[in-house]
């Protein structure tokens, strides 16, 4: 298999932004505030009642400088994530489920 094949292609700069654009309207649509975790009917907010901005703000980081984020399975922000956006979406090539943390 070549190299080619077993990398994803690599975003535009205008594709980047658009995912960015989309990510942050999803969460800033679904929270009441960026200091507190997600609402109850997007995640169980007991499993993970930390502030969703910092995870959104690497997440963002992320997608920004075309790396990617660990971020523990269990936090709130990722039980949003997977209920918003398919396994096959562009998000996903920029978080990375810290290993022994997913359910």
């Known amino acids: 298999m070549s190299s080619r094949a077993e990398k994803p292609r690599r975003l535009t700069k205008g594709a980047r932004l658009d995912l960015v654009r989309e990510v942050y309207l999803k969460v800033y649509h679904a929270v009441d505030s960026f200091c507190e975790g997600p609402p109850a009917r997007r995640c169980d907010p007991e499993d993970d009642p930390r502030p969703i901005g910092a995870d959104l703000a690497y997440i963002l980081g992320a997608i920004a400088g075309e790396g990617a984020?660990?971020?523990?399975?269990?936090?709130?922000?990722?039980?949003?994530?997977?209920?918003?956006?398919?396994?096959?979406?562009?998000?996903?090539?920029?978080?990375?489920?810290?290993?022994?943390s997913e359910a």
Do not use: Q
């Open 69 to 100: 984020c660990e971020i523990d399975a269990r936090d709130s922000i990722v039980a949003f994530l997977r209920k918003t956006f398919p396994k096959r979406h562009p998000i996903w090539r920029f978080v990375v489920l810290l290993p022994g």
